[in-house]
């Protein structure tokens, strides 16, 4: 019940695969309109051959405050019994009350003594006031987070740490306050590239060329679902006080689809920056994503609350450094790589100066570019799904030698 890509638990399940006899996966079924925009972008799984079977839940939106009443018993009647099967359960933390499943899969597995893996990707804790002072958010509603929805989803951590034989934490101050001390929790990076989706060196030499001619515009680029805390409109306004301060060149590329676009591009024409902008739709596949980075020199990344999505990962694995707000899941990821620009957060004019001084002088650029592709080999998909593989096998024999897995007839 853990919202993983398909690529993630293929590899997992290969890791593992010497263990469990079938990984089974139980989350809600896509609408039809979320098919029809991602299908694309959805990997296939043959089930009989790769022993990984998916299961729908009925629940129908989670923008909903609860289930339907009709929904209920069924939704508690399948956790329960896949539960009481199961001898790993890999869930997560319950974001929304749509997906507090994910949880109840947890007190399910306590109550039946199952061993359970719990992972929390983000630190959610600042985001609501962000999303607050950046005016995305209103006080009804922060408040509401603060008093009731911020506790629960700690209070589902503290019970995962007191309770669960594993907890995997994305960041390091979540790691440091909720598990410094303790074995079974472990900070991780949740990364999707794979070893050889990493930048060639002849791509880094082409890109580092580019960046030696002035005359050469600086190519921008920012990725990912277009939402509003995105913060890309905060972008574009950035961009127009760079125009209006210095006449080097650039181009700010926005790649992905949602339901910003129109009004991103609005934007852009009453800034008058239009022609310095150009939107691309998501790449078909992984493959053809990290084939149009190929072009860009500099990811910008401008959100408006805490953010740990794959797109920054997957810039540093195109050797794309990254300028970005000072989030703490930015200053993480420059703690880490070496390979972030950091300014302060929804600071327009002083993220407009550092950009205008990196398009004066480019040589950091191509400098953390180096940086960017030293991480990402160090931090690949494999890598980290080794680790955890890793990690689950000591969960199931703490004494045991995980480089060598005994078969055993189990499920996850």
């Not at 899969?105 to 039946?112: D, E, H, P, S, T």
């Not at 957060?345 to 407009?352: F, G, K, P, V």
Request: aromatic content about 8%; glycine content about 4%; some cysteine.
């Amino acid at each position: 019940v853990e919202r993983v890509s398909g690529e993630q638990w293929q590899a997992l399940a290969k890791n593992l695969r010497g263990v469990f006899d079938r990984f089974v996966l139980v989350a809600p079924r896509l609408s039809t309109e979320e098919y029809e925009r991602t299908k694309t972008t959805l990997l296939h799984i043959h089930e009989m051959e790769e022993k990984i079977f998916a299961e729908s839940l009925p629940i129908r939106s989670e923008k909903k405050l609860l289930w339907g009443w009709r929904d209920v018993n069924v939704i508690l009647s399948q956790l329960g019994q896949r539960t009481r099967e199961s001898d790993l359960l890999h869930s997560e933390l319950s974001m929304t009350w749509g997906g507090s499943f994910t949880f109840l899969a947890i007190l399910f597995a306590l109550y039946y003594k199952r061993k359970t893996l719990f992972v929390v990707d983000r630190d959610f804790r600042r985001s609501a006031t962000l999303e607050l002072l950046a005016g995305h958010r209103s006080l009804g509603s922060w408040l509401l987070c603060k008093l009731l929805c911020d506790p629960l989803r700690q209070l589902q951590i503290a019970i995962a740490v007191r309770f669960c034989n594993l907890v995997l934490l994305q960041g390091r101050k979540l790691k440091h306050n909720w598990g410094a001390n303790n074995p079974r929790v472990h900070e991780f990076l949740d990364a999707a590239h794979s070893a050889a989706q990493i930048a060639a060196p002849e791509i880094l030499a082409k890109r580092a060329s580019a960046l030696c001619d002035p005359e050469q515009p600086l190519e921008l680029v920012a990725l990912g679902r277009l939402t509003p805390t995105k913060g890309i409109e905060e972008t574009l306004r950035m961009l127009a006080r760079v125009r209006e301060r210095s006449a080097l060149p650039f181009r700010f590329h926005i790649v992905g689809e949602g339901e910003e676009r129109a009004h991103l591009q609005g934007i852009a024409e009453a800034l008058r920056i239009a022609r310095f902008v150009a939107f691309h739709d998501a790449p078909p596949s992984r493959a053809a994503l990290f084939e149009k980075l190929q072009n860009f020199h500099l990811l910008l990344a401008t959100p408006i609350c805490d953010d740990a999505a794959h797109d920054a990962l997957d810039a540093l694995a195109s050797g794309l450094p990254i300028l970005a707000y000072d989030t703490a899941y930015s200053r993480d990821l420059a703690r880490k790589s070496g390979a972030v620009f950091l300014s302060p957060w929804q600071d327009l004019r002083r993220l407009s100066t550092h950009l205008i001084e990196l398009n004066k002088n480019r040589a950091p650029i191509a400098e953390k570019a180096e940086r960017a592709i030293a991480f990402a080999k160090t931090n690949t998909q494999e890598a980290w799904i080794e680790q955890r593989a890793v990690w689950t096998l000591q969960v199931l024999n703490p004494f045991a030698d995980t480089s060598f897995p005994i078969r055993h007839s189990r499920n996850l």
